[in-house]
């Protein structure tokens, strides 16, 4: 209804108010551009400011592409620069992705004849009034109600925390089984394929960041409170007061996130309390090492007191993300370096340091710009070469029917050839019939697009295409005079801007995210390997030691989590049939979900054992503490191989991993609580090792 009412109301203002045809085409494309082939997840208010910070950008194409069509070299050359910058631009969030393929309409649309960069003036005019006027009607027009912002989400687990850190604060100190499925589905609903697309923080921004840092905080603090156990008694009374401060700062980072006050004065007294439970045990080691432990703590004790402190170090990382995404520079919380590194970064250097972190052919990212921007090159060419008439539509028809996987284009290609073939011969009946008359078009035109526009995204690109080619010849038709030739010539441009789409579809990437998945998979859970060996030496001998270095938060660690977050995110949204037949199968029974956490895991638990002051471990537990890293390590290297699709048995099914090995069971007589700590973060490991293959088990 929206993109109906304003193509129409732009078209007929310019073509028959105003007697500019020019404009009338550029403001009915603008319409169709941004409201019909661009997929702007949100509401309409959120659309709509959407648009309007697009404008400017909408402004610099038109422009850009009408001084460069003159020539066909630098039309070509535009095409290629322009159709990459776009497409790569998804990496700014669901948001800039959506925008992008409307936006690589209206540079194709000045890209073609007529070569008049004296009409600008027109062009411009047109397109600024499509879009205002689409902005209009996306915030005022069957307005939809607005859903709940990643906010309160974050908020509602943070209460659930708060609910579940004073339960175990008490006596018998267990969560019930309706606690343990709240915890369960709070944590759920921050995950980000569970979150609608306008509401996922997932653009580069200091905002979104630390929004993503604070669910993900949110999520290991219930992970972490879920898994505590006390004995009969309750919880020591060492670890009473630790609960008691991550409950009262749960709380009071959920009134933080509903734009409430910051959470500072509940954060200072979790630092208190936690570092007089971590003195505590320093007194234990001292006394452990001097009389062999008789002033020692049971190892039950020292288990809990390690899992209460893992879950202070959770609420606090979760405290200090929240008043960081709602306060920004006047947070109130203390920014611990390291983990928040982009609390104080300019906005232009995190723009730039989430692009430099795909700028590889090893980014589902980068992957689609370059398929997308050779497509549209190629398209261009062969329409500036060949003098191919009408060849907008062949690079409208490159830029609509490329998909990510070439089982995929392959299967778009045919619907959208029988779907154009049955639009062709509607058009050339109606020509034929109609003639010059231009009235039946002018009465046809805003029925067809309510229809085309209503029943196309339902029925399929078959239908989109069908449609879509009746539609541009009722608007051609009443800018020149029409024959029924110009069903042949949309029909012939379809059919180029389809072959070429399938070139480009066979010779880049033409398995999608598939292989780049697994290949991410695998490299996350080597570099994982890297740092839990690192991890556990260090925090065995007491000292510093030097991690892989490069991006904050562990480098290249870091950096392949963002790539398999990304290219799971592409797999997840490729379809797993085409016309009844089944996509290629991945590795047999992997869980990816698990493979993810386990990277996030080894970042938080790693960062976490090495924060100073650095304790050392005696003798036997600073040995058992090494060998269990190692092998925890190399059960990561087994599960790699297994996914790595350039390794020598690519298609071998993941290794079943037992999360409570029998080492685990073993308990050096000299271990501190460093010691259970670094054991809990490696337990935590192995759950998810366990987890990734997701193959049944005997018994």
């Known amino acids: 209804m929206r993109v109906s009412l304003v193509a129409a109301a732009g078209f007929y203002l310019f073509r028959y108010g105003l007697d500019r045809p020019v404009a009338a085409t550029y403001a009915l494309f603008a319409a169709v551009a941004l409201g019909g082939l661009s997929r702007i997840p949100g509401t309409g208010r959120q659309r709509a400011a959407v648009l309007l910070r697009s404008l400017p950008v909408c402004w610099v194409l038109v422009v850009v592409g009408t001084y460069l069509s003159v020539r066909t070299w630098s039309a070509v050359v535009g095409m290629l620069l322009v159709g990459f910058a776009l497409a790569f631009v998804a990496v700014g969030g669901p948001r800039a992705a959506g925008a992008a393929p409307g936006l690589q309409l209206l540079y194709i649309l000045p890209s073609f004849p007529p070569y008049d960069p004296a009409s600008l003036g027109d062009r411009l005019i047109g397109a600024s009034t499509g879009v205002a006027l689409l902005v209009v009607a996306e915030a005022l027009i069957l307005a939809e109600p607005e859903p709940p912002p990643y906010e309160e989400r974050a908020a509602g687990a943070a209460l659930t925390a708060d609910r579940c850190a004073r339960r175990l604060a008490e006596p018998p100190s267990t969560l019930s089984a309706a606690d343990l499925a709240a915890a369960l589905q709070a944590g759920q609903a921050l995950r980000p394929l569970g979150v609608p697309e306008a509401e996922r923080p997932a653009g580069p921004g200091r905002r979104d960041r630390a929004l993503a840092h604070t669910g993900l905080a949110t999520r290991t603090l219930l992970h972490r409170l879920a898994r505590l156990r006390s004995g009969p008694d309750g919880p020591g009374p060492e670890v009473t007061p630790v609960l008691r401060a991550v409950a009262d700062l749960s709380g009071a980072t959920a009134g933080c996130l509903r734009a409430g006050p910051s959470p500072v004065a509940s954060y200072e007294t979790l630092v208190a309390v936690r570092a007089r439970l971590a003195a505590t045990g320093a007194r234990q080691q001292v006394a452990a090492s001097g009389a062999a432990g008789a002033a020692g703590f049971p190892p039950a004790v020292l288990r809990e007191q390690s899992a209460v402190l893992e879950a202070a170090d959770a609420a606090l990382a979760m405290g200090t993300a929240a008043d960081l995404a709602v306060h920004g520079r006047r947070a109130a919380v203390p920014v611990p370096p390291g983990r928040f590194w982009y609390a104080t970064t300019w906005a232009p250097l995190l723009w730039w340091h989430r692009l430099r972190g795909h700028a590889g052919r090893r980014s589902v ?20 070469v060949d003098t191919l008439p009408h060849g907008f ?150 000292g510093a030691v030097n991690l892989p270095s490069g991006a904050p938060g562990h480098g290249t660690l870091h950096r392949s989590v963002i790539l398999a977050e990304s290219a799971y995110a592409q797999y997840q949204s490729e379809p797993t049939h085409f016309g009844g037949r089944a996509r290629a199968p991945t590795a047999p029974a992997v869980d990816w979900q698990a493979a993810l956490m386990a990277g996030h895991h080894t970042l938080w638990g790693s960062q976490r054992l090495l924060e100073p002051p650095p304790t050392g471990l005696g003798p036997a537990a600073a040995e058992a503490l090494a060998v269990l890293g190692e092998r925890v390590a190399g059960r990561m290297l087994l599960a790699s191989a297994a996914l790595d699709p350039g390794g020598d048995t690519p298609t071998a099914p993941v290794p079943l991993i037992d999360p409570g090995f029998p080492e685990f069971a073993a308990e050096p007589p000299d271990a501190p609580r460093l010691y259970y700590a670094a054991v809990s973060w490696l337990e935590s490991l192995t759950a998810d090792l366990a987890r990734i293959s997701s193959a049944p088990r005997p018994g």
């Open 393 to 542: 539509w062949a690079t409208l028809a490159a830029l609509t029917l490329t998909r990510t996987t070439m089982d995929e284009t392959w299967h778009t290609i045919r619907l959208a050839l029988t779907g154009t073939l049955a639009g062709a011969l509607v058009t050339a009946g109606m020509l034929t019939l109609a003639g010059t008359d231009t009235r039946v078009y002018a009465v046809l035109l805003p029925l067809w697009m309510l229809f085309a526009f209503t029943v196309g995204p339902v029925r399929g690109v078959g239908w989109a295409q069908g449609l879509f080619t009746v539609l541009v010849a009722l608007v051609f038709a009443q800018l020149a005079p029409p024959t029924w030739r110009l069903a042949e010539v949309r029909m012939l441009d379809v059919l180029v801007g389809s072959a070429i789409g399938a070139v480009f579809g066979v010779l880049a990437w033409p398995r999608g995210a598939h292989d780049e998945l697994r290949y991410a998979a695998a490299d996350l859970l080597r570099r994982a390997a890297e740092i839990v060996v690192a991890t556990s030496v260090s925090a065995a001998r007491g």
């Open 365 to 384: 990212f980068f992957q689609n710009a370059v398929r997308i921007a050779l497509a549209l090159t190629a398209a261009r060419l062969v329409a500036g």
